[in-house]
């Protein structure tokens, strides 16, 4: 399928890669890890290398690059290492929203910390199809009042913006995006809560107690109409199936090499049939995943996909993801187990992000109710 | 081997349930956090006889069959892991080529001491290269005069940080090998020469230790050579398929923990505005759990009746532990999707029974290994019964 990308994505592709291979280092990722720590060092390298903010326009100090590119980043992240790769991932979540639709302003002073790789952003957005989400707003002459409660927000603790969707508090009007800095009255942020995985990425809980802002906080809608919530979903999307696909390349790179390495029975463990049909089936799965996600990807660049084609290539990554972990670290026997060997991370990471995107039946009823429309 | 009747047996599942609820699981949080068991359970458990269920009275313990056997594992797994784990080696890998195959000195010296948990026992049989090969080992037992000198290196082996006696199984006759080179030894911890390598750390089983475990000219006395030289291998892999039921019965343990958890959680918790029973997606997912987990069960407990009439059932116990540890990760990933984000969190049980369900499909032979196993018995023309 690489012969399918242009000569500007194979290059970002190897980028990418050569950096993820250079720079990502086992021993530090297990420490790391252990700690609990986000990884700065190395988000300013990539920051260094324009590998975070790829789709950014210009203007706001990026490569203005397509979605189609920005998915080959975060594959190739995710592959050397899921939990680094999710954790570089994350760290400018949404921004690239914003880029698109910010005032000057709000662009300047997201962007340009962010790109140094300084600061973090996080986002506060319900989990999809969930309505209303849990931060609902008030309005009063130019200033919004925030409440509620989001139960997990990742990189709170760390982050120096919120972007925050808000719905309103009497349900009448439109669901808004705000961006502002995390030093405001009013705003508790919980302690670092412990999960399955992703150990280098936070989760914390996030509670908005008469929080006021500025009307100037909100990232409003382009010229031709656009809602800036929807293309913010939408890139989330697209960017948690490439997560997922990496992770499950990455998974499907440590299982092949680690055939090919272990001997029982005086033969490498990929000479037996029953391993070797395992590979061949990982393989055509992620293909099929990688095939929903780049279609969806370059749609996305040409303005012309749909939630429920966004919907369902983030769904067959993920299922490719958890399938490809598991036969992954089967493959590998008891050192599979080991948190040394990283097939052990790939698996719980991987399972940590689809609960992070809420359950599978919301996702489905999203898609289904799309297809069936309304019945009489 | 005392056969207990339906009511006994019933009566037996009771009195783990209750002494499970009230005395481990409000320490379950606490194996968790702090990697360990806390003493006062393991002197109750001591007290209780926990360690030598299976070992025969007259050595101490309560010769229990496998029905009986399997009902406190399967009671024990709904709680946390270790509980479970921690008297198994005992009853189990640890104990069980004594009483097959030992001397009757072996069995007054070790088993008493089993039985009552005073010690406690590893089965020390995979080395790094050498796992579902367990034939190709490299530890070898060379005989000088009236000892065995043991050099080598064994590893994943589970309780060797806390052992008092291990279960040794080493090459004699490197010329013969598999085909009766391979004897099975008891030996203790203060014999000179052992030393306990890395610790591993794993993602699951918090409060059940296992680590390398190298040998270096550890001189082990004639008289604690199990069974004769060159019959290690055979009584190692009759015990290692005895214990296998341990994991069938810890899968459906754990899975009918996780059922109880899923349907309670289902009916009183909303998804939108009606509680998630009430939807089909949820409510066929508890079905799918509900029914592989009865099947699961029966076959356990047929499977172990059939070995407490001792007929051979080694096809049966390959099935029984090839669909129970897959089973359970089926309705893990059921009762997660039940949970959704909070059977992510840490002190979330689906969290942990995610983490420690995964092992059951690795040891004690992989899921591989038993379709190899199972297959194999077929084809010589056995069928289960
Ligand atoms: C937590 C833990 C506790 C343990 N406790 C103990 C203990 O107390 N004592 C002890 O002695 N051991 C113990 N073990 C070791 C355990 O029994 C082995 O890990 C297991 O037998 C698998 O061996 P391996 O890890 O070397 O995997 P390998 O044998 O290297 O297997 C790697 C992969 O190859 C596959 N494979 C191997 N051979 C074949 C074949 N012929 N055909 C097709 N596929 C094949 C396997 O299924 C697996 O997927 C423990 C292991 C773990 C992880």
């Known amino acids: ?102 005032t000057p302003e709000q662009i300047k002073a997201l962007n340009a910390p962010l790109l140094k790789g300084k600061s973090v ?48 508090e009497d349900g009448q009007g439109e669901r808004i995006l705000l961006l502002f800095p995390k030093d405001m009255p009013g705003i508790a942020v919980s302690e670092l809560i412990k999960k399955l995985g992703m150990d280098m990425t936070h989760w914390n809980s996030v509670k908005f107690e008469s929080t006021r802002v500025s009307t100037g906080t909100m990232i409003t809608c382009d010229t031709k109409g656009v809602d800036p919530v929807n293309i913010l979903e939408k890139n989330l999307l697209i960017k948690t199936g490439a997560m997922f696909l990496g992770m499950a390349q990455g998974a499907f790179d440590l299982a092949l090499g680690y055939a090919k390495e272990r001997e029982q029975f005086r033969r490498k463990i990929a000479a037996f049939q029953g391993i070797s049909q395992k590979i061949a089936a990982m393989y055509t799965r992620l293909q099929e995943g990688r095939a929903s996600v780049y279609s969806a990807a370059r749609a996305c660049d040409k303005k012309c996909v749909g939630l429920t084609d966004l919907i369902a290539a983030q769904l067959s990554a993920q299922h490719l993801a958890e399938y490809l972990t598991d036969e992954a670290l089967q493959i590998h026997g008891g050192v599979g187990y080991m948190i040394e060997f990283p097939v052990e991370h790939f698996f719980r990471d991987v399972k940590c992000l689809r609960t992070l995107l809420g359950r599978n039946i919301t996702r489905m009823d999203l898609i289904s109710r799309r297809l069936i429309g309304q019945l009489n | 081997m005392t056969l207990l009747q339906a009511d006994q047996l019933e009566a037996l599942r009771m009195e783990i349930r209750q002494f499970a609820q009230k005395e481990l699981a409000p320490f379950e949080q606490d194996v968790e956090s702090n990697n360990r068991i806390p003493e006062h359970i393991l002197a109750q458990m001591r007290e209780r006889g926990y ?269 029984c532990k090839l669909y129970g540890s897959e089973m359970v990760g089926r309705v893990v990933e059921k009762a997660m999707e039940i949970f959704g984000k909070d059977g992510c969190l840490f002190e979330n049980v689906v969290e942990r029974i995610l983490r420690d369900a995964r092992i059951l499909r690795i040891f004690e032979g992989t899921a591989e290994i038993h379709r190899i196993i199972i297959g194999r018995k077929l084809l010589a023309g056995q069928r289960p019964l």
């Open chain 1, 1 to 102: 399928m690489t012969c399918l990308l242009t000569e500007e994505q194979t290059f970002i592709q190897k980028a990418a890669r050569d950096f993820a291979r250079g720079e990502f280092d086992d021993d530090q990722i297990l420490d790391l890890m252990e700690k609990q720590q986000f990884p700065k060092k190395t988000l300013k390298t990539a920051c260094k290398l324009d590998l975070i903010g790829l789709t950014w326009p210009e203007s706001a100090g990026g490569q203005e690059c397509g979605i189609m590119d920005s998915v080959l980043v975060t594959e190739e992240l995710c592959r050397r290492d899921s939990t680094m790769g999710l954790a570089l991932s994350f760290a400018d979540a949404g921004a690239e929203t914003v880029a698109r639709f910010g």
């Open chain 2, 51 to 319: 360690f030598g269920l299976t070992i025969p009275k007259e050595y101490g313990g309560m010769g229990m069959g496998k029905t009986a056997f399997c009902t406190v594992e399967e009671e024990l797994a709904k709680t946390h892991f270790a509980f479970m784990d921690i008297i198994s080696l005992n009853n189990g890998l640890g104990s069980r080529s004594i009483v097959l195959d030992g001397n009757e000195a072996q069995k007054k010296k070790y088993l008493p001491r089993l039985a009552s948990g005073e010690w406690i026992s590893a089965f020390t049989l995979t080395e790094p290269n050498a796992g579902s090969d367990a034939a190709s080992i490299t530890t070898t037992a060379e005989k000088k005069g009236d000892v065995y000198l043991l050099n080598g290196m064994k590893h994943f082996i589970t309780n060797a940080p806390i052992a008092d006696v291990f279960i040794v199984i080493a090459v004699t006759d490197p010329d013969k090998g598999a085909k009766g080179g391979i004897s099975a030894f008891i030996v203790e911890k203060d014999f000179p020469g052992i030393s306990i390598g890395n610790v591993h750390q794993s993602m699951g089983m918090q409060g059940s230790h296992k680590s390398e475990v190298i040998f270096k000219d550890t001189p082990v006395p004639v008289q604690n050579l199990i069974g004769t030289e060159g019959k290690g291998l055979t009584v190692a892999l009759k015990t290692v398929d005895e214990g296998r039921m341990g994991v069938a019965a810890t899968s459906v343990g754990m899975a009918t923990r996780l059922l109880d958890m899923a349907v309670e959680y289902a009916t009183s918790k909303k998804f939108n505005d009606k509680p998630l029973s009430r939807y089909q997606s949820f409510e066929w997912l508890l079905a799918d759990m509900a029914t592989e987990l009865y099947a699961a069960r029966t076959i356990l407990y047929k499977t172990a009746a059939k070995m407490d009439r001792k007929e051979d059932a080694q096809l049966e116990v390959a099935m």
């Open chain 1, 121 to 168: 952003t996080a986002l506060i957005c319900p989990e999809l199809g969930q309505e209303p989400g849990p931060i609902c707003y008030r309005k009063t002459d130019d200033t919004l009042v925030l409440n509620g409660e989001a139960s997990v927000v990742v990189n709170a603790d760390i982050a120096d913006f919120f972007l925050t969707v808000a719905h309103p």
